[in-house]
């Protein structure tokens, strides 16, 4: 199941990535030993922060890969279709279509 949110918070990005971290252990997701890219329990993941862009030791905005990933930017296609990737310069729904019109 993949789904996006739109959220308000008070966080800095390094904050709620710590937040979110913490969700998903307390869901069950252990971190130690998984396999890159494997089936996960639960995996959130911050895809993007307003227009920052970010290189941090573990956090990267926007999310390296999400222009990339139908599966990532379908759901969020729904919620957030005029969003614009602060590198690429291009929509949400604009990453969408490339990626459908190539796979």
Not at 33 to 42: C, F, I, L, Q, Y
Not at 78 to 94: N, S
């Amino acid at each position: 199941l993949n789904a996006a949110a739109r959220i308000k918070t008070v966080f800095e990005p390094q904050e709620l990535l710590k937040v979110l971290l913490d969700v998903e252990r307390r869901l069950g997701r252990k971190r130690k030993g998984e396999v890159r890219n494997a089936p996960r329990t639960v995996d959130l993941d911050l895809l993007l922060y307003e227009d920052l862009r970010m290189d941090a030791e573990g956090l990267c905005l926007p999310h390296p890969r999400m222009h990339e990933r139908a599966f990532v930017l379908k759901p969020l296609a729904e919620i957030a279709p005029q969003a614009v990737h602060p590198v690429l310069k291009k929509t949400v729904a604009e990453l969408l279509a490339k990626v459908l019109e190539t796979n």
